[in-house]
C-alpha cells in the first residue's frame, strides 16, 4: 500500500483544516488506518485511527472532541478533520495503515505539515 498525505497548512488558531491520505495499490477495505504527529523536539505520537471494515475510531485524549476521522471507500482515501485547531497542534501528520491490529503499523506516509499560529 501506498499512502500519500495531503491537506496541510497555515492556520490562526481556532480554525480548521481537513487532511487526507490516499491510498493506492491496494484497497484500504480490510486496514486499520493512522494519524500519527511528531512536533519538533517531540516524539511522534498517536492522534486517530479508524478500522474500515468496522468503522470503529479511536482518537487520542488532546484531540477529542475537535478531530474526526473518516473514510471514503470510492476514493480509497480516509481523511482528518481538524476543528478549533490550536497552536500545539502544530506538527507534521503523518498517515499510516496496518492489516492486523495486534502489530505495528506497515505502511506510512509521507506527511503532511501543519502550523497553527496563535
Known amino acids: 500500500v501506498q499512502l500519500q498525505a495531503s491537506g496541510g497548512g497555515l492556520v490562526q488558531a481556532g480554525d480548521s483544516l481537513r487532511l487526507a491520505c490516499a491510498a493506492s495499490?491496494?484497497?484500504?477495505?480490510?486496514?486499520?488506518t493512522g494519524w500519527f504527529r511528531q512536533a519538533p523536539g517531540k516524539e511522534r505520537e498517536f492522534v486517530a485511527a479508524?478500522?474500515?471494515?468496522?468503522?470503529?475510531?479511536v482518537f487520542a485524549d488532546s484531540v477529542k472532541g475537535r478531530f474526526t476521522i473518516s473514510r471514503d471507500y470510492a476514493k480509497n482515501t480516509v481523511y482528518l478533520q481538524m476543528n478549533s485547531l490550536k497552536p500545539e497542534d502544530t506538527a507534521m501528520y503523518y498517515c499510516?495503515?496496518?492489516?492486523?491490529?495486534?502489530?505495528?503499523?506497515?505502511?506510512w506516509g509521507q506527511g503532511t505539515l501543519v502550523t497553527v499560529s496563535s
Open positions: 499510516a495503515a496496518r492489516l492486523n491490529p495486534s502489530r505495528p503499523y506497515d505502511f
Open positions: 495499490g491496494r484497497t484500504l477495505g480490510p486496514y486499520t
Open positions: 479508524v478500522t474500515w471494515s468496522t468503522g470503529v475510531t
